[in-house]
């Protein structure tokens, strides 16, 4: 899609393996601040997805003082531990954490914590999962899906086999940096362990750790994500969830740098799905795009000052079918490489396209199916192109 096609590296994914010498590698489902709505996800089959909020027992801590003490006795006994084994006859296990959101047993964590996702090219889930709780207690889970372009898997434990306590999902939108956060989990294998800080930025666009496109709009925190914390929960003031502990950049190769959570907002779509189909579809345009800013504009004649720049179009996507033309040529400017004639997006469904992200953010978040009206500037002439999306293709996962 986007200029999601990547290859830079992310360093290090907070507990792809923590503490291990293994290989490692919802609304819809916990309780939620929303209402309901119906989302139909075209598949062969044809599924329609009702995203009724599950009654769970916990609620949003009363005030807004941030108090680390308090979030965990009320959030540590819905934070578990991940075991995988990837080998049958393996007794090494890849570690890393989640969080129970549902009575039903539905339990949140990495995709790259119960599969291979970001080992290999093509991604096989573990062979064996559990999941341990505070009271040290273990219990077999089942692996529903995952989806490795937001590094979200879902899995699913039997409820008679454990007392549950789901935490409550939080809205990622809301979320600003300087507020404070607490990260749980079980970095380097200890488990039950709860680390603070605050949130340094949002709307990130991050390499995937698990496939070559783009993850955006992912929260960055100086809160300690090490090995282990990998699927863990990223809690607000009030003890709601507001992104998946995913993964750190670092210079080094060590658990030290820049951590990164998945905003839960994006985590529910990929759940609602996997609950729904066991899978995850995505909305597919076709197109890579880089940022137009107005000293671009200047050099290179553009006509409007922002938007996303189509520097490639794929051959045979819905893009190409509707006449949206790709640079012509690419040049060098200020340090960087830039599209030069080429079609310039600004704006989705009446909505403004402001850099490259936007794209991949507002066409990543629609359905296949779907149709877009994409308002398209080439030269000085602007029109109005409707596209309908079709699937995002598989992309291999990162190695």
């Known amino acids: 899609m986007s200029k999601g096609w990547t290859t830079g590296a992310v360093a290090l994914a907070a507990a792809l393996l923590g503490g291990i010498v293994a290989l490692a590698g919802a609304w819809a489902l916990g309780a939620t601040d929303g209402g309901t709505s119906t989302v139909y996800v075209p598949t062969s ?44 006859a393996d007794e ?7 969080f129970v959101v549902s009575p039903q047993g539905d339990i ?17 889930a573990a062979s064996r999962v559990y999941v341990g709780f505070k009271d040290e207690d273990r219990v077999q889970a089942r692996i529903v899906g995952w989806d490795i372009y937001d590094d ?10 454990h007392q ?17 956060v607490a990260a749980m989990g079980s970095p380097f294998g200890n488990e039950d362990s709860i680390a603070v800080g605050v949130v340094s930025a949002v709307r990130r666009s991050i390499s995937s750790l698990t496939s070559l496109y783009k993850v955006v709009d992912a929260i960055q925190t100086d809160a300690p994500i090490t090995h282990g914390n990998s699927g863990g929960p990223l809690f607000d003031a009030r003890g709601r969830v507001i992104g998946i502990n995913a993964q750190i950049r670092t210079d080094t190769g060590n658990a030290e740098g820049v951590g990164f959570a998945i ?75 830039v599209a030069d004639d080429a079609d310039v997006i600004v704006g ?8 490259a992200d936007d794209i991949v953010r507002e066409v990543g978040d629609r359905l296949p199916g779907e149709v877009v009206s994409l ?15 079709v699937a995002r293709p598989s992309a291999p996962a990162r190695r």
């Open 152 to 161: 979200v898997a879902l899995l699913r434990v039997d409820p008679a086999d």
């Open 108 to 124: 949140l964590t990495s995709a790259h914590v119960i599969t291979t996702a970001g080992e290999s090219t093509k991604t096989t």
């Open 164 to 180: 549950l306590a789901p935490v409550p999902l939080g809205d990622s939108s809301r979320v600003r940096a300087g507020d404070p």
């Open 45 to 88: 089959a044809g599924v329609v997805v009702q995203n009724e909020p599950v009654s769970a027992s916990a609620r949003p801590l009363v005030g807004s003082r941030f108090n680390p003490a308090r979030i965990y006795a009320a959030r540590s006994p819905g934070v578990v531990t991940i075991y995988a084994f990837f080998d049958k």
């Open 375 to 389: 308002t398209v500037v080439r030269g000085s002439d602007r029109k109005v192109v409707r596209v309908r999306l």
């Open 263 to 337: 905003p839960i907002n994006a985590a529910q779509r990929s759940m609602r799905q996997l609950a729904a189909i066991g899978h995850v579809v995505y909305g597919y345009l076709g197109v890579t795009t880089e940022d137009l800013t107005p000293s671009i504009a200047r050099r290179f004649g553009y006509s409007v000052t922002r938007g996303a720049i189509i520097s490639s179009v794929r051959n045979g996507s819905p893009a190409d079918g509707a006449g949206i033309r790709g640079a012509r040529t690419i040049k060098s400017f200020n340090g960087q490489d």
């Open 348 to 355: 989705i469904d009446g909505k403004q396209v402001e850099n």
């Open 92 to 98: 090494h296990a890849a570690q890393g954490s989640g």
